[in-house]
């Protein structure tokens, strides 16, 4: 039945879910997220057509996220989008179970990590391999892990950042901050809240981040950045009246509002630096660090960084896809 077994590399991440099959690349990618009917637990719906009902649903449908700061918070929910997202993949017709390798951030507990490794034989996977979210990163951009030459990653997902320095294939020191995407949209729906009085809810925060989050003005006095907006009409319920009301954001703005979500992210990758071996230090010093997740996607965030620790700061090609072109790699491998 050789032939028939497919391997499959998974990135179940806090904001999305991604699945790799062997000789075919990414053929997933959604939100995780699950809608159910909270008095049955019926399904309701996964992945995209689940998170445009968050903070939409009427009072018996609740959308969850079964991942909270990186790990699994709800581990039946998490059960049911491996599931599902598996057997969309994968043609079940072809009755061998699949190889999976799955990621799971730095430093978690072996509870968590037995969490994990369930979930994914729950969904069927004859063998189970877990590998660590930012070696899987590092391969998926791009990076020769296995080279005696010390590299930095820094993958800022949805619920956690991790920062990791990889030499001969293996980490050498890492940290796993819980601060990440998720802490920048509370952050802008808490400033809009304070300074317009007005309440929008996370997915609003969230096209607020796409749109205008920011880490320096700088990128925008880039000329090709010209055209960027820097400003945005959004549209909340007025905390006093209770009515619809619309305010325009600048880039500024918003700068101010996650100012604090950066500065922790910057002072984190100062921390493990700090605790890199000297030889390392220097690799480090050559070639850079590499940005990858979706928060490498803040604007200026680069530049930002770069200012703050008198590194070159990369950003990985498809930084959303790191994770998982990674994991796909390995179980390619596997
Ligand atoms: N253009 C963008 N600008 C800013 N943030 C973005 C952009 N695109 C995506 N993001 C943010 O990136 C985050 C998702 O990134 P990613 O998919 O890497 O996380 P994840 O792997 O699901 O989470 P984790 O690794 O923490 O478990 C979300 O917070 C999302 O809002
Ligand atoms: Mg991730």
Same mark, same amino acid.
């Given at each position: !039945?050789?032939?028939?077994?497919?391997?499959?590399?998974?990135?179940?991440?806090?904001?999305?879910?991604?699945?790799?099959?062997?000789?075919?690349?990414?053929?997933?990618?959604?939100?995780?997220?699950?809608?159910?009917?909270? =008095?049955?637990?019926?399904?309701?719906?996964?992945?995209?057509?689940?998170?445009?009902?968050?903070?939409?649903?009427?009072?018996?449908?609740?959308?969850?996220?079964?991942?909270?700061?990186?790990?699994?918070?709800?581990?039946?929910?998490?059960?049911?989008?491996?599931?599902?997202?598996?057997?969309?993949?994968?043609? =079940?017709?072809?009755?061998?179970?699949?190889?999976?390798?799955?990621?799971?951030?730095?430093?978690?507990?072996?509870?968590?990590?037995?969490?994990?490794?369930?979930?994914?034989?729950?969904?069927?996977?004859?063998?189970?391999?877990?590998?660590?979210?930012?070696?899987?990163?590092?391969?998926?951009?791009?990076?020769?892990?296995?080279?005696?030459?010390?590299?930095?990653?820094?993958?800022?997902?949805?619920?956690?950042?991790?920062?990791?320095?990889?030499?001969?294939?293996?980490?050498?020191?890492?940290?796993?901050?819980?601060?990440?995407?998720?802490?920048?949209?509370?952050?802008?729906?808490?400033?809009?809240?304070?300074? =317009?009085?007005?309440?929008?809810?996370?997915?609003?925060?969230?096209?607020?981040?796409?749109?205008?989050?920011?880490?320096?003005?700088?990128? =925008?006095?880039?000329?090709?950045?010209?055209?960027?907006?820097?400003?945005?009409?959004?549209?909340?319920?007025?905390?006093?009246?209770?009515?619809?009301?619309?305010?325009?954001?600048?880039?500024?703005?918003?700068?101010?509002?996650?100012?604090?979500?950066?500065?922790?992210?910057?002072?984190?990758?100062?921390?493990?630096?700090?605790?890199?071996?000297?030889?390392?230090?220097?690799?480090?010093?050559?070639?850079?660090?590499?940005?990858?997740?979706?928060?490498?996607?803040?604007?200026?965030?680069?530049?930002?960084?770069?200012?703050?620790?008198?590194?070159?700061?990369?950003?990985?090609?498809?930084?959303?896809?790191?994770?998982?072109?990674?994991?796909?790699?390995?179980?390619?491998? !596997?």
């Amino acid at each position: !039945m050789g032939f028939l077994s497919n391997s499959v590399g998974i990135d179940l991440g806090t904001s999305n879910t991604l699945v790799y099959v062997n000789k075919k690349g990414i053929v997933i990618n959604e939100p995780s997220v699950v809608a159910i009917n909270v =008095y049955n637990n019926e399904v309701r719906a996964v992945g995209k057509d689940a998170k445009e009902m968050l903070g939409k649903t009427p009072h018996n449908i609740e959308a969850v996220r079964p991942l909270q700061d990186g790990v699994i918070a709800d581990f039946n929910i998490a059960k049911v989008l491996i599931k599902y997202f598996i057997s969309k993949a994968l043609d =079940y017709k072809k009755l061998a179970k699949p190889n999976i390798v799955i990621c799971v951030p730095v430093g978690v507990t072996s509870i968590e990590k037995k969490a994990v490794l369930e979930v994914a034989q729950n969904a069927g996977a004859k063998n189970v391999k877990l590998v660590e979210e930012p070696m899987a990163a590092a391969i998926g951009a791009g990076i020769d892990v296995g080279a005696a030459i010390g590299n930095m990653v820094v993958d800022i997902g949805g619920g956690t950042t991790e920062i990791a320095v990889i030499s001969l294939g293996g980490i050498v020191v890492s940290d796993s901050l819980r601060v990440a995407g998720d802490s920048l949209d509370i952050e802008i729906k808490d400033y809009i809240k304070w300074k =317009y009085k007005l309440d929008i809810g996370v997915s609003t925060a969230e096209k607020i981040k796409h749109e205008l989050g920011n880490a320096c003005q700088e990128y =925008y006095e880039i000329p090709e950045n010209k055209e960027i907006p820097t400003t945005m009409t959004i549209t909340g319920r007025d905390m006093v009246l209770g009515l619809p009301r619309s305010i325009e954001l600048t880039n500024e703005e918003i700068r101010e509002a996650i100012v604090e979500t950066i500065n922790n992210i910057v002072s984190g990758v100062k921390r493990c630096l700090e605790r890199t071996p000297p030889e390392l230090s220097s690799d480090i010093f050559s070639n850079g660090i590499y940005l990858t997740g979706g928060g490498a996607l803040i604007k200026g965030l680069d530049i930002f960084m770069e200012k703050e620790t008198g590194l070159k700061i990369k950003i990985a090609e498809n930084p959303l896809d790191c994770v998982a072109l990674g994991a796909g790699k390995l179980c390619e491998d !596997m």
